[in-house]
């Protein structure tokens, strides 16, 4: 089993920059694809990134594609969501999810990760 924690939410501003960060524990997250997963009240839950195991393979949802970069730094157990150019409609709870291995389809659903962090706020306020 592995334990995700994200971190890095906060309040800012419309144009403003945060990364959010996605800690392991529990697990050989090597062996993970991590994907980041947005919510915002009364909306379903959004697709954001996904990164492969190495960290080679990445992609974005097209909400934030040239915005947002996911990476992963193995030897720390942690994957990171640079967040910049950041609009009010970016407000929501960021969580990131993590599913055993590799497919050769990209996962961009819920549903196809199997464990789950508790989610960090990011506010932006305009």
């Known amino acids: 089993q592995v334990q995700l924690v994200e971190s890095g939410g906060g309040l800012v501003q419309a144009g403003g920059s945060l990364r959010l960060s996605c800690a392991a524990s529990?697990?050989?997250?090597?062996?993970?694809?991590i994907g980041w997963f947005r919510q915002a009240p009364g909306k379903e839950r959004e697709f954001v990134a996904t990164i492969g195991l190495s960290g080679s393979s990445t992609y974005y949802g097209d909400s934030v594609k040239g915005r947002f970069t996911i990476s992963r730094d193995n030897a720390k157990n942690t994957v990171y969501l640079q967040m910049d150019t950041l609009k009010p409609e970016d407000t929501a709870v960021y969580l990131c999810a993590a599913r055993w291995g590799t497919s050769h389809q990209v996962a961009v659903h819920s549903y196809e990760y199997n464990y789950w962090g508790q989610g960090t706020q990011v506010t932006v306020s305009s």
């Open positions: 529990g697990g050989t997250f090597r062996s993970y694809t």
